[in-house]
Each structure stands twice: as structure tokens, then as C-alpha cells.
């Protein structure tokens, strides 16, 4: 097979590309699906296959299925060393998972679990895909960093991989998100430094659910993690 032009459009396995991988951190996220519950679906409206999801960063996305399952995730799982990961398989937090899913559909906390997987996201330094071409050259583009907010920005990117690959130079070649990435520090800083600033996110996302203000050091270690399309709120704290 020849090609005038290659896009590597990889999610998070583009961590592995070398020229990519000071850009990316993996991360995994989670998801768990009921047993079929159609008619239950049916009593509280939510038959449609309407995909919902939040603001936070460390988000809760979900939808039914055609024969009404709930498929309940959630970023923030396990963070991946160095480009490598094995998120494959079932979540080994599942618990959390479905805690998330019961506290906000308490009217569905006996419809049972029924499984769970793990997959890997790329989560970029701004929050946000780039799209850019490898090596200087003009043959070889790659997208990637939608960071677990892929559903919106893929349709934009589409576009702007589009464009570069055919050389066009009109708005999508020349978009903002047409750049080279942020880099992040190497590792083994880059780990331990997800994983404080992920740990932050947590406590301080634990803390707006209790109705209580998070704390300085958690919002100052959360905003390294900007979250992209959802700006991040600075208010005062205890």
C-alpha cells in the first residue's frame, strides 16, 4: 500500500510515537453496564440512547443501550508510565464506578451490575487535541490530547487533519488547535506528577459534592490539569 500522505490518528496510543510521547500522559477511565432494565428505563424517560455527561474534570459520562442497559464511566483511573499501559480488561475500579452511578440515579440502585472495562485516554497539557506534522514533513500528520472530551473536538479535528493532509491552506490548516503540543516534563516526574494533581482532583472534586469549598493547595494543584473545554473555578477557600 502507498500513500501521499499518512495521519496517525492513534488516541492514546500515540503516547508510544516518540515525538508524542513527552506530550501525552495516559490515563485510564472506567465503565461499568447494568443487566437490562428497559422497562425501568422507560418509568423515568430515559429510553432513548441520550449520552449525558458532566462538568467535572474528572468526568462521569453515560447513556443507555438499545435493549436498556445503563453504560455508566468515569475519567480519573490509573495513570499510565512512560507511553506503556494495560487498562485492558475489567475496571479494578468498579466499585467506585458504580457508587458514582448509584448516588445519581438512586431510583436505579437495584438494577444490577453486570460488567466492567478499563481503556486508556491521552490527556494532553492544556486540556485540548492538537494536531500537527511529525518529522517537519509534510507527509506524515498526527491528531491526538482530546484529553476524554473527544465526542465535539473529533468532528473539528476531522476537519483539520483533512486540510493538512491535502496541503489547503484556509481556516482549518490555520486553527489554533492546528500547533505543535505542550510538552510535559519527563519522566519519571511526569508520573509522580500526575498522579499529585490527579489525587488533587479528587479531593477537591469530593469536596464541591459535600457541598464544602476545596481547599487552596487542591484548586492551586488542580490547575496545573486545566480541564480544557470546561474552565476551571477559582473561588476562595478554608
Given amino acids: 500500500m502507498t ?4 495521519v496517525l490518528a492513534l488516541n492514546a496510543w500515540s503516547a508510544r510515537i516518540r515525538e508524542l510521547r513527552n506530550a501525552l500522559v495516559v490515563i485510564a477511565s472506567d465503565v461499568v453496564a447494568t443487566e437490562p432494565a428497559p422497562e425501568r428505563l422507560r418509568e423515568i424517560g430515559w429510553a432513548d440512547g441520550l449520552c449525558i455527561d458532566d462538568s467535572r474534570m474528572l468526568v462521569n459520562y453515560y447513556r443507555t443501550t438499545l435493549d436498556g442497559r445503563v453504560v455508566f464511566g ?5 495513570l499510565g508510565y512512560g507511553g506503556r499501559f494495560g487498562f485492558e480488561g475489567p475496571s479494578p475500579r468498579a466499585r467506585v464506578v458504580e457508587a458514582a452511578f448509584r448516588a445519581l440515579y438512586p431510583n436505579l440502585a437495584d438494577v444490577p451490575v453486570a ?3 478499563a ?3 491521552d490527556r494532553s497539557r492544556l486540556g485540548l487535541p ?3 506534522r511529525l518529522r517537519g514533513r509534510e507527509d506524515l500528520i498526527a491528531g491526538a490530547g482530546y484529553s476524554g472530551n473527544g465526542v465535539g473536538p473529533s468532528y473539528l479535528g476531522g476537519r483539520i487533519l483533512a486540510s493538512l493532509a491535502l496541503g489547503l491552506d484556509d481556516e482549518w490548516s490555520g486553527a489554533g488547535l492546528a500547533r505543535r503540543p505542550a510538552g510535559l516534563p519527563p519522566e519519571p516526574f511526569r508520573y509522580a506528577g500526575g ?3 490527579k489525587a488533587a482532583v479528587e ?3 469530593a469536596r464541591e459534592d459535600a457541598g464544602r469549598p476545596p481547599r487552596r493547595l487542591d484548586l492551586f494543584l488542580a490547575g496545573l490539569a486545566p480541564a480544557g473545554l470546561v474552565p476551571l473555578k477559582k473561588r476562595a477557600s478554608s
Fill in 3 to 6: 500513500a501521499r500522505t499518512v
Fill in 74 to 78: 468515569k475519567g480519573g483511573g490509573a
Fill in 115 to 117: 460488567a466492567s472495562w
Fill in 119 to 121: 481503556g486508556p485516554i
Fill in 130 to 132: 492538537f494536531f500537527t
Fill in 195 to 197: 498522579r499529585l494533581v
Fill in 203 to 205: 479531593r477537591k472534586e
